[in-house]
C-alpha cells in the first residue's frame, strides 16, 4: 500500500467515523437541547429519527449519483454539505431549525457513506489489500459508534448541547482538503441515466418501512404502522419489477439470485442489528443500573473498539485459511459468545467480564462485517462500486434502526415482565414508563422499589443478550453453509453469481 493510498483511506475512514460518531453521540444531547429549545415530544422524535429516515432513504440513490458523476466529486459536495448542516444544527435555535439541519445531515451522509465504500473498491485492485483497506474501513464504522458516547459525554461535561454538532466541522475541513489533493476521481465510464421514478420508489420503499419500525417501539402498533408497512412494502415490489426491467437497473437484483451474495448481505445486516441494537440499551444499564457518568460508560463500551482494530491484521489470514463463507460464519459465532459472556457479566460484580466480552464481541461484529462488506462489493464490476456499495449501507442502516427496535421492544417488554407488583397505580406507572423514569422520580425516596426496577431491567438486558446471541448463531450457520468458502488464493476472488 503505497503512501498516497494510504493517506486517501484514511480520509475515507475518517469520513465514516464523522457518520457513525454523528448517529450516536446526540442521544446524550437530548436533555441538553430540550431544556434550551423546549421542543414537544413529537419534535424530540424528529430529531432524532429524521437523520436515519434521510440516510437509508437516500442510499441507494446517492450510491448511482455517485457512479454518474464522480464519487471524489459526490464525496467533497457531501462533506461540504454535513459541514454546513453541522454548523446549522449547532446554533439553531428554534427546534424545527434543527429538525430541519438534522434532515440536511442526513442527506449529506448518504452522499459520504456509499462514496467512501466506492472509492476503497476502486483504490485497491489486489484482492488481499482491498480486504485489508475495509478492515479499516469497518473499523472505523464499529469504532465511531463506541466512541460516540465518550466524544459526547466529555463535550457535554465542558459545553453546550451544540458542541456534539460543531466538533464536526474541523473534522470535514481536513476532509475537503486533504481528499482534494489524494483522491482519485472514478466513474462509470457508461454515462447511464438515473431513472428517477427507481430512486423516488427506493426512497418510498425504505424510509416507510423504518418509520414503521420505530413509531411501534416508540408509541404502538396502529393503523399508522400497517399503513407504512403497506406503502414501503408495495413501493419495495413495484422497484424490484422496475429494476427487471431496466436497461440500466439502479440495482442489479440479478446479484441477489446469488446465494452467497444475499447470504454476505444478510450477514452483514444482522451483525450491525445485535451490535448497535444492544449497545444502545448497554448504555444505559451502565448509567442506570451500575451507576456510571455518561462518559465512563462510554470509555467501558470502549474495548470493542480496540478489538476491532485487530480485525485489521488477522481479516485477511482468517480468508486464506478458512475461506470467505467459514471466516464470517467464525466472526458471527465468536459475536455470539461475546453477547453470551456481556450475559453473564451482567450480574457479576466489578467490570472485568463486561470489558472482556465487550472486546470478544468487538472482534467477532468486526470480522464478520468486514468479511460480508467486502464480499458484496466484490460481486460487482468497478464500475458499479457506488450502487454495490449503497446495498451494503442500506443493509448496514436498516439493521441499526432494525436492531434499536427490535432489541428495545424486546428490552422493554421483559423490563415490564419482571417488575413486581405494586398497590400505588402512580408508583406503578412510574416504574413501567422506564427505569430513567423510574431512576428520577424514586431515586432517594423508594431506593427499595427502585433496585426492584434495576433487577428488572438487568434481567430484561440479559435475556435480550441472550436472544441476539441465537440469532447470530443462525446466521453463522447460514453464512458457514451458504457463502463459499475456497481457501488460499481462490479466497480472495470475486463472489460468482
Not at 43 to 54: K, T
Not at 247 to 255: E, F, N, R, T, Y
Not at 471 to 476: C, D, E, F, T
Amino acid at each position: 500500500m503505497g503512501a498516497r493510498r494510504a493517506v486517501a483511506l484514511g480520509v475515507l475512514t475518517l469520513a465514516v467515523v464523522l457518520l457513525a460518531v454523528d448517529g450516536t453521540v446526540l442521544a446524550l444531547a437530548v436533555p441538553a437541547l430540550t431544556a434550551d429549545l423546549d421542543p414537544t415530544a413529537s419534535q424530540v422524535l424528529w430529531i432524532g429519527d429524521i437523520y436515519s429516515f434521510a440516510l437509508a432513504g437516500l442510499l441507494v440513490t446517492m450510491g448511482n449519483v455517485a457512479d454518474r458523476i464522480g464519487r471524489k466529486r459526490l464525496l467533497l459536495i457531501g462533506a461540504a454539505g454535513f459541514g454546513i448542516s453541522s454548523i446549522i444544527a449547532a446554533f439553531a435555535p428554534t427546534p424545527e431549525l434543527l429538525i430541519a439541519a438534522r434532515a440536511l445531515l442526513g442527506i449529506s451522509g448518504a452522499t459520504l457513506m456509499p462514496s467512501t465504500l466506492s472509492i476503497v473498491r476502486n483504490l485497491f485492485d489486489d484482492p488481499k489489500q482491498r480486504t485489508r483497506a475495509i478492515a479499516i474501513w469497518s473499523a472505523g464504522a464499529t469504532a465511531g459508534a463506541a466512541v460516540g458516547p465518550i466524544i459526547g459525554g466529555a463535550l457535554l461535561e465542558h459545553f453546550w448541547w451544540g458542541s456534539v454538532f460543531l466538533i464536526n466541522v474541523p473534522i470535514i475541513v481536513v476532509i475537503i482538503v486533504v481528499g482534494l489533493i489524494v483522491l482519485p476521481e472514478s466513474r462509470n465510464p457508461v454515462r447511464m441515466r438515473i431513472d428517477l421514478l427507481s430512486s423516488v420508489l427506493s426512497i418510498a420503499a425504505i424510509v416507510p418501512l423504518v418509520y414503521a419500525v420505530k413509531h411501534a417501539v416508540t408509541e404502538a402498533v396502529d393503523w399508522q404502522v400497517l399503513v407504512a408497512v403497506v406503502i414501503g412494502g408495495g413501493a419495495a415490489a413495484w422497484f424490484v419489477r422496475r429494476q427487471r426491467r431496466l436497461p440500466d437497473p439502479m440495482i442489479d437484483v440479478a446479484l441477489f439470485r446469488s446465494p452467497a451474495f444475499s447470504g454476505a448481505v444478510v450477514a452483514n445486516g444482522i451483525s450491525v442489528f445485535a451490535f448497535v441494537g444492544l449497545l444502545f440499551f448497554f448504555s444505559q444499564y451502565l448509567q442506570l443500573v451500575r451507576g456510571f457518568s455518561p462518559l465512563q460508560a462510554g470509555l467501558l463500551e470502549l474495548p470493542s473498539a480496540v478489538a476491532s482494530l485487530i480485525v485489521i491484521a488477522l481479516a485477511g489470514v482468517a480468508v486464506g485459511r478458512l475461506g470467505r463463507g467459514r471466516a464470517i460464519g467464525t466472526g458471527l459465532g465468536i459475536a455470539a459468545l461475546g453477547l453470551g459472556m456481556l450475559a453473564v457479566a451482567e450480574v457479576m460484580p466489578g467490570i472485568g467480564g463486561i470489558i472482556v466480552a465487550f472486546a470478544v464481541l468487538g472482534f467477532g461484529v468486526g470480522l464478520s462485517m468486514t468479511l460480508a462488506t467486502d464480499a458484496v462489493i466484490s460481486a460487482a464490476p468497478k464500475e458499479r462500486a457506488g450502487a454495490a456499495a449503497s446495498i451494503s449501507e442500506t443493509a448496514y442502516e436498516l439493521g441499526v434502526a432494525l436492531g434499536i427496535a427490535v432489541l428495545g421492544s424486546l428490552q422493554t417488554a421483559l423490563y415490564r415482565w419482571n417488575l413486581p407488583a405494586i398497590d400505588d397505580p402512580a408508583t406503578e406507572a412510574v416504574m413501567r414508563e422506564s427505569l430513567a423514569t423510574a431512576t428520577a422520580k424514586l431515586d432517594g425516596s423508594q431506593p427499595a422499589l427502585l433496585a426492584q426496577a434495576q433487577h428488572a431491567f438487568t434481567v430484561g438486558m440479559q435475556v435480550t443478550s441472550v436472544v441476539a446471541a441465537v440469532l447470530l448463531v443462525l446466521a453463522a450457520v447460514v453464512a458457514w453453509r451458504v457463502i463459499p468458502s475456497p481457501r488460499g488464493l481462490a479466497a480472495t476472488a470475486p463472489i460468482e453469481h
